[in-house]
């Protein structure tokens, strides 16, 4: 590997390992030391990276929303449902992105600012809504900026609530049941008609994006 | 004090000591011994109320669902609307609420079943919205399970996202933003327009029990 890929690598370990010793201690019981073990990365190469225990959890904070971008709808209000939906299924499908919803909720991480995957969430939903307000797919009343903090502000209890009480299992249902009890107060009757935020839509997503990586790697061989 | 007395106010001194600690430490990081020296009983005392760190920590999960009940409304989604509201309110200003609330979605509360406080409080919301159904009140789709689970999910992450941005000071404001995005999905258009979820609902409700109490106190001595 060359010297930046090796970089990459070493961080994204790093990463990992802190992913999992916070979800599994919380932030406050986890240990730096711990997360070196788990890594199997020397001391230098971890403080390289992360100088200190909230760098490695903001770390982890930052990858819940780094996510593949949805390959843009024409229809925005289906464009903020994918969205959602896509961050459910990645919730249920990788460790990371588990880690990172569950330390922005870790009310005993004195010290860590947690406000920032909110605040990003809600930047991303309110310029969907926005993009959705100029097509004309919202109803009059809607302001952007409170209907992006109920939506992520639910979403969040959402998850915390299928988690408690079967491990996420049902997570893309209540997600769903979600979208169908907002919805109605934001899109007008016509797209709402239109869009499809199924309990199966995320597994749709899901493949769809595959499919598109495949493709991209064929054409970067080809 | 007679007996039974001195024991509820024990088990009282105990359950906020442990609130404390679990509010400070998270579940896993509490031990008895902190709460123990936090409370100043005896060790007697603390094992015959409660066996074992998980009975302390479910006792507190308890407490937040031990609202005074909302007086009985004529309209019964406004009934449901002031439970939510007052639960809000008592998070904002009840140590004991707020500490019960953090446990249920302390994620690192392996061991700890924290499905209890979800599923009661989805009963509560249930049984209104039935209740509500009964007299007209509900648009024809709903179905009572699924909203009360939406709605009780979303209140918790609402809360966590309030606590993680600014420790609860907008929380009454997000609160009924949330039931402008729930409701028109929810309740006719006649209740809708005639229901009270306005930022300063809380405060009006507490003001009125605080009133009813002080009312049954001079009942009871006169």
């Not at 209540?174 to 935020?197: K, T, Y």
């Amino acid at each position: 590997m060359v010297r930046q890929e090796r970089a990459v690598h070493t961080r994204r370990t790093i990463l990992s390992a802190a992913a999992k010793v916070f979800e599994g201690r919380g932030y406050q019981a986890a240990t730096i030391s711990e997360i070196l073990t788990t890594a199997g990365v020397t001391k230098g190469a971890l403080y390289f990276h992360f100088p200190s225990k909230e760098h490695l959890a903001q770390g982890v904070l930052h990858e819940q929303d780094q996510w593949l971008p949805i390959p843009e709808r024409a229809c925005k209000v289906q464009e903020l449902i994918d969205t959602v939906v896509l961050h459910a299924y990645r919730l249920q499908t990788d460790s990371m992105v588990r880690a990172g919803v569950r330390l922005s909720l870790d009310q005993q991480a004195h010290g860590l600012d947690r406000s920032g995957p909110f605040a990003r969430w809600a930047e991303i939903v309110r310029d969907l809504l926005e993009k959705a307000r100029a097509q004309g797919e919202l109803l009059p009343n809607v302001v952007p900026d409170e209907t992006a903090d109920a939506m992520v502000g639910a979403f969040a209890g959402v998850q915390a609530m299928s988690q408690a009480v079967c491990d996420y299992q049902d997570l893309l249902r209540r997600i769903s049941h979600l979208l169908r009890h907002i919805l109605p107060s934001v899109a007008v009757p016509s797209v709402l008609a239109s869009v499809d935020f199924s309990e199966s839509r995320g597994e749709t997503i899901s493949t769809e994006l595959r499919t598109l990586m495949a493709e991209e790697r064929t054409a970067a061989v080809g």
